[in-house]
T-cell receptor, first 116, second 115 residues
Framework: EAGVTQFPSHSVIEKGQTVTLRCDPI?????LYWYRRVMGKEIKFLLH????????ESGMPNNRFLAERTGGTYSTLKVQPAELEDSGVYFC??????????????FGQGTRLTVV | AQSVTQLGSHVSVSEGALVLLRCNYS??????LFWYVQYPNQGLQLLLK??????LVKGINGFEAQFKKIETSFHLTKPSAHMSDAAEYFC?????????????FGQGTELSVKP
């Protein structure tokens, strides 16, 4: 069974450009989370989807970030326009939605975004 | 509010020595606690987790962690380090699943293992 897959693995863009990150969760996982790690800092929560609905987007930094999950399958995270402080590693995670307290979240390899 | 503090951003041990990675948490509700590991060029992998029940939790690759409520700690240990344990380790806390299940991470501890 395929794990959580993220595309691209690396992206280098100029300030002001647009970048779209993609996450393919494990098949059948209704929960999808985005996290970000800025260099030297902790991994921080961005948002949480249950199927196609945004359950919690309290971690989104500002309105330059737009996340979608059309059809409840893969998700995209668009940054427009990108700023230098957006550089970091963006992780996606997915888990089943069984309502159990100890459901494990599976992480992708992350997308390393560098804004120059 | 919940938070996690990992003491020591870098820890170095000799092969065969005890590994001890420290994690303290703050939580206003009974916490769920996790340790994740990230090997180079890979994603985060769950080592172990504590939700309820036995406070000594055993995980993969010989790691274990002890939940201590009074000390608000969840330190990760392994009796004998292997070279393959070199990686970055993250402690995390979450709310119960029915409150979203999002993870709050510490800053990470990079473990180096010397031959």
């Amino acid at each position: 069974e395929a794990g959580v897959t993220q595309f691209p693995s690396h992206s280098v863009i100029e300030k002001g450009q647009t970048v779209t990150l993609r996450c393919d969760p494990i098949s059948g996982h209704d929960n999808l989370y985005w996290y970000r790690r800025v260099m030297g800092k902790e991994i921080k929560f961005l948002l949480h989807f249950v199927k196609e609905s945004k359950q919690d987007e309290s971690g989104m930094p500002n309105n330059r970030f737009l996340a979608e999950r059309t059809g409840g399958t893969y998700s995209t995270l668009k940054v427009q326009p990108a700023e230098l402080e957006d550089s970091g590693v963006y992780f996606c995670a997915s888990s089943v939605h069984r309502g159990e307290p100890n459901t494990e979240a599976f992480f992708g390899q992350g997308t390393r975004l560098t804004v120059v | 509010a919940q938070s996690v503090t990992q003491l020591g951003s870098h820890v170095s041990v000799s092969e065969g020595a005890l590994v001890l990675l420290r994690c303290n948490y703050s939580s206003s509700v009974p916490p769920y606690l996790f340790w994740y590991v990230q090997y180079p060029n890979q994603g985060l992998q769950l080592l172990l987790k504590y939700t309820t029940g036995a406070t000594l939790v055993k995980g993969i690759n010989g790691f274990e962690a002890q939940f201590k409520k009074i000390e608000t700690s969840f330190h990760l240990t392994k009796p004998s380090a292997h070279m393959s344990d070199a990686a970055e380790y993250f402690c995390a806390v979450s709310r119960p699943y029915n409150q979203g299940g999002k993870l709050i991470f510490g800053q990470g501890t990079e473990l180096s293992v010397k031959p």
